[in-house]
């Protein structure tokens, strides 16, 4: 499953927008394809989709602190 770096780009830099929905159609469709074939690019993704998944359970009294 693992892409080669020489031929493919990878996507991490878009992994926080793509895990948000705030990608345009044909760049969500792109990282979505490398993810199926970049290991390396789907663990990333794996760990930014759980740290937006914990933003969620703060509150505010947790932010100030």
Known sequence: MTADRAEVPHVRQLLG???LDALAAGECVRVSRHLQHCD???GAYVEVAE?????GLLNEEDLLE
């Open 51 to 55: 740290a937006s998944a914990m933003l």
């Open 17 to 19: 927008a793509y895990v």
């Open 40 to 42: 390396g690019c789907a």
